[in-house]
Nanobody
Framework: QVQLVESGGGLVQAGGSLRLSCAAS????????MGWFRQAPGKEREFVAG????????YYADSVKGRFIISRDNGKNLMSLQMNILKPEDTAVYYC?????????????????WGQGTQVTVSS
């Protein structure tokens, strides 16, 4: 069992930066593939970024590639998402998620555990 809690969301102007954190409970955090998803009002939840259990492999949606950086610290049970050059279209609730076995990393249905989400609002 893994419990996830996101933090770090807020209001920022376009072009600014935010750093989201996902704190995990449980001793098996290091064995889970981790991901960030987001959901804007009226839209489906979409994949943002993912990271393998070792941190060696990372994956990004095309819309955030080059602007966002995902990382993890298994010793601290912590995952982060550094978001730079933010755009109004990045406005959404951001969720972290954990998967014991992941096939296609972009598929939300592959993830077993979810946090409650943190709001990110980017003003123009």
């Amino acid at each position: 069992q893994v419990q996830l809690v996101e933090s770090g969301g807020g209001l920022v102007q376009a072009g600014g930066s935010l750093r989201l954190s996902c704190a995990a409970s449980g001793r098996t955090f290091g064995r889970h593939f981790m991901g960030w998803f987001r959901q804007a009002p009226g839209k489906e939840r979409e994949f943002v970024a993912g990271i393998s259990w070792s941190g060696v492999s990372t994956y990004y949606a095309d819309s955030v590639k080059g602007r966002f950086i995902i990382s993890r610290d298994n010793g601290k049970n912590l995952m982060s998402l550094q978001m730079n050059i933010l755009k109004p279209e990045d406005t959404a609730v951001y969720y972290c998620a954990a998967a014991q076995v992941v096939g296609r990393v972009q598929e939300a249905s592959n993830y077993d555990y979810w946090g409650q989400g943190t709001q990110v609002t980017v003003s123009s």
